[in-house]
């Protein structure tokens, strides 16, 4: 089957692209001698986790959310990082079926109450639940202010059915921060601060081996601290508009990083001067003014054309030129922002060179608890 005999809209994989990108990180991880954990919540698909470990030095990979982590573990992805703390009875629960997969999964605490309640719950399933402290790395999300950190951390290490395993510290304000110099001396500050911690700790007797962050904007500036054990990206697998905004807009790329999604969408009306409706509007194209997407493949010239969202169900191509686009007619647009509108599909059509060679369900789609 080629791309044109898919119906419309679908959402593309260029396999050649991905695999290019994932090469790419391994390569600088593996220069630099750290680990990749992966970060799914950008894609939300199993099967290119597996892909992801398959392309080498990763450490396992990251979920957002504990059903995330529940469904790559019996996917049998071996190793999952919960990035968010877990809590309620309802989500602990989730955990401890985690546990029960025998697999490897840890999960981040940034309230010591929430930690007695995750090492009473490992203890009554017979589990030690490996736990990282999240370090609040001045954004006012989650995680512990710095200088609260080395106590909470000695307090959560003493709880018997934890065992305290090192430190996260995700800087997601910095990501898309176009000035470089800038995002990057930010992100060093904040990842030397927490290695200060990490090493602290360390010559205080505790026995942690992992100190993992960082994200596709701030990955290579933070590949050169020392004391980080690993990296868990996330978009740089599949890249979007908003990080090549960053960068490169024309060109669409991030530290060589290029979009491997695009959306296939086609017109279905062509009644009004200088404009065609096409099939795709916000639900299967998530909405961002930051980026707004780019027809990036036609069968006609594209200077000048422009997409722009028309609703649920539409959106308007403006063109110009002398031939307008005809009923029926085939587009591809890049995508604004990754990780949103992914989850918009159940599953991505994977394409070398116009060819389409697989399906990859969004298994994890919709998994938001
Ligand atoms: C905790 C955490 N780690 C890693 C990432 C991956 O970041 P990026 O998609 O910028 O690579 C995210 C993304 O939001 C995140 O929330």
């Not at 203890?123 to 736990?131: E, H, I, K, N, W």
């Not at 090192?166 to 997601?172: D, F, P, V």
């Not at 998530?286 to 969202?309: F, I």
Request: hydrophobic fraction near 40%.
């Amino acid at each position: 089957m080629r791309i044109c005999d898919l119906d419309t809209p679908s959402l593309l994989l260029d396999k050649d692209i991905f695999d290019h990108n994932l090469r790419l990180m391994s390569q600088r991880a593996r220069a630099a001698g750290k680990l990749l954990r992966p970060h799914a919540k950008t894609h939300k698909c199993s099967r290119i986790a597996k892909e992801q470990l398959a392309a080498g030095h990763c450490a396992g990979v990251c979920a957002a959310k504990v059903s995330e982590a529940l469904a790559l573990l019996c996917a049998g992805l071996p190793s999952v990082l919960i990035t968010s703390p877990v809590v309620g009875k309802l989500k602990i629960d989730h955990l401890c079926a985690c546990l029960a997969t025998g697999a490897e999964c840890l999960v981040v605490v940034d309230n010591y109450d929430n930690a007695a309640a995750l090492s009473a719950a490992a203890g009554a399933c017979g589990r030690t639940l490996p736990v990282l402290l999240d370090i609040d790395p001045e954004m006012g999300r989650t995680g512990v202010a710095f200088a609260e950190a080395p106590a909470l951390a000695h307090r959560i290490a003493g709880l018997e059915h934890l065992h305290l395993r090192g430190l996260q510290c995700y800087a997601g304000h910095l990501q898309h921060l176009p000035d470089c110099t800038r995002r990057q001396a930010e992100s060093q500050r904040l990842m030397r601060q927490t290695a200060q911690i990490y090493r602290g700790l360390q010559n205080e007797g505790l026995q942690l081996d992992i100190f993992t962050g960082t994200g596709t904007g701030t990955a290579a500036a933070d590949l050169k601290i020392a004391e980080i054990t690993d990296l868990q990206v996330g978009s740089y697998c599949v890249l979007d508009a908003e990080y090549a905004a960053v960068e490169d807009p024309q060109n669409l790329s991030f530290e060589d990083f290029r979009p491997a999604l695009t959306l296939l969408t086609s017109v279905i009306s062509t009644n009004i001067a200088g404009q065609v409706t096409v099939d795709a509007g916000l639900k299967a194209l998530y909405y961002t003014p930051a980026a707004p997407p780019r027809v990036v493949r036609a069968a006609q010239p594209l200077p000048g054309w422009r997409y722009d969202w028309f609703g649920d169900e539409h959106g308007t191509l403006f063109f110009s030129g002398q031939k307008a686009p005809a009923l029926g007619e085939y587009f591809e647009l890049c995508l604004p922002h990754c990780d949103p509108t992914i989850n918009l599909h159940d599953s991505i059509q994977v394409h070398q060179q116009g060819q389409v060679i697989e399906q990859w369900p969004v298994d994890l789609r919709g998994l938001g608890q």
